[in-house]
Nanobody, 119 residues
Framework: QVQLLESGGGSVETGGSLRLSCAASTRTFRDYFVAWFRQGPGKEREFVAGVSWSGITTYYADAVKGRFTISRINDKNMVWLQMNSLEPEDTAVYYC????????????WGQGTQVTVSS
């Protein structure tokens, strides 16, 4: 069982930056692919960014490429999402999710952290 705890959300103006953190409670953190998802008001949950177990391979949704950066340090059981040049369309609850190499679906989810970008 893996528990994920997000932090770092808040309210910023357009063009601002936030850094989200995801802390994982597992001794085998390096076995998990970790991703950030978000769900905006009235929208479905969508993939934002993902990082491989090694931290070398990263994936981004087109909407955030060039603005967001995902990173991880396995020894600290931490994943971060650096968000720059924020836009009102980025307003959402952001979730950290994890799955191990045997899983197709993300089995573990955090409780979410709210990000609000005002124009």
């Amino acid at each position: 069982q893996v528990q994920l705890l997000e932090s770092g959300g808040g309210s910023v103006e357009t063009g601002g930056s936030l850094r989200l953190s995801c802390a994982a409670s597992t001794r085998t953190f390096r076995d998990y692919f970790v991703a950030w998802f978000r769900q905006g008001p009235g929208k479905e949950r969508e993939f934002v960014a993902g990082v491989s177990w090694s931290g070398i391979t990263t994936y981004y949704a087109d909407a955030v490429k060039g603005r967001f950066t995902i990173s991880r340090i396995n020894d600290k059981n931490m994943v971060w999402l650096q968000m720059n040049s924020l836009e009102p369309e980025d307003t959402a609850v952001y979730y950290c999710a994890a799955k191990d190499t045997r899983q197709v679906e993300y089995a573990y989810w955090g409780q979410g952290t709210q990000v609000t970008v005002s124009s």
